[in-house]
C-alpha cells in the first residue's frame, strides 16, 4: 500500500468484529513501531498487548468507565450518556479483539538533571506517540483498524491499567489502543481546518 493511500485511510475505528488478529500480525505492528523516531536513541517504550479474553475484560472496563468520565466533565445530558452505555454495553463499542497499552519508562533518560524533568518526560510521550502512528498506519495496511483511547489516562484509570500489564509507578501509559478488523464500512472522519488554516509561512 501506498503510503498516501494508508494516511488517507487511517481514521478512528471504534466497532470490531470478532475475528482474532495473531500475535505475528501484532509483531508486525510494532515492528513498524519501534523504528518510529526516539528521543536521544532511548527507546524507553513498552507495548503490552492484552490478548487473554480476562485482560482485555478488565480492561474494557477501564476504557468505559474513562469514556463515562470524559462525558460526565462536559456535563453530558443524562439520555446522551445512556445511549453512551448502551454503545458501550449492548453494541460493544470499543470491544477489540487485542488492545496495546503503550507506556515509557520513565527512568530512562538522557539528561539527567532535575531541570530537564519534564522536557525528558515530554520528549519520551512524543516519542511514544510517533511510535503510535506507526503502528496505526501499519494496521491499515494489514486491513485492520484502531483508535486512540486518551481517557484511560484519567487519574485513578492509569495506574490501574499500569497494574494490569504488570507494570510498577515507574511506567507511564501513553495510550491505550484496540486493534481489530473493522465492523462494517470505515469512513474516513473529516478534517474542519485545511491546510490553509493551519500552515503559517514565513
Ligand atoms: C491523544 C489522543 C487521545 C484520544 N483519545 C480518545 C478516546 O479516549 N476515545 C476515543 O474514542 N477517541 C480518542 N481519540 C481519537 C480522536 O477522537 C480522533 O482521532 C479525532 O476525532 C479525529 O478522528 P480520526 O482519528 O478518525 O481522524 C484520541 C486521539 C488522540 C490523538
Redesign the pocket.
Known sequence: MELDDAIAKR??V?YFSDEPVSEEVIRELIGAAIRAPTASGLENWIFAVFMSEEKRRALYDLIAK??ME?YRAVNLPEDKMEKLRRRMYGEGMYRAPVYVAVFIDRRVRFLKGKEFDELEFIWSVESAAMAIQNLMLKAVELGLGT?????TNFRGIEEKVRELAGLDGNYYLV?VIPVGRPKGEVR??RRRRGVGDVMKLL
Open positions: 481514521t478512528s471504534r474513562g469514556m470524559y483508535v486512540y483511547i486518551g481517557v495510550g474516513p472522519s
